[in-house]
């Protein structure tokens, strides 16, 4: 059973950094596709980024591209979400998600962690 634990989530002031982690129970395969997404109370669970567990082009929903970095480190089996320059609008519960298809839409994923909160104040 592949678990995904999340960590590093917290309470921020608007324009703070923050970076979220994601610890695989076990090493993704090489076709792996990692991913973030995140729901904030009364909405969908919304797309954040995603990259190829071997490596390659990351993909950045426009609302944090320039300021959010996902990466990876493979001997650990860890993913991370760095958050720059966050904002209000940021704030929700963070999932990492696990699959095997190079697509922004939650519904393909297999594998999610339990999620972590991360709420900025403005």
């Known amino acids: 059973q592949v678990q995904l634990v999340e960590s590093g989530g917290g309470s921020v002031q608007a324009g703070d950094s923050l970076r979220l982690s994601c610890a695989a129970s076990?090493?993704?395969?090489?076709?792996?596709?990692m991913a973030w997404f995140r729901q904030a109370p009364g909405k969908e669970r919304e797309f954040v980024a995603l990259?190829?567990?071997?490596?390659?082009?990351?993909v950045y929903a426009d609302s944090v591209k320039g300021r959010f970095t996902i990466s990876r480190d493979n001997p650990k089996n860890m993913v991370y979400l760095q958050m720059n320059n966050l904002k209000a609008e940021d704030t929700a519960v963070y999932y990492c998600?696990?699959?095997?298809?190079?697509?922004?839409?939650?519904?393909?994923?297999?594998?999610w962690g339990q999620g972590t909160q991360v709420t900025v104040a403005s």
């Open positions: 998600a696990r699959g095997s298809q190079y697509t922004s839409d939650h519904g393909a994923y297999d594998y």
């Open positions: 990259c190829r567990w071997h490596g390659g082009s990351q």
């Open positions: 076990e090493r993704p395969t090489s076709r792996s596709i």
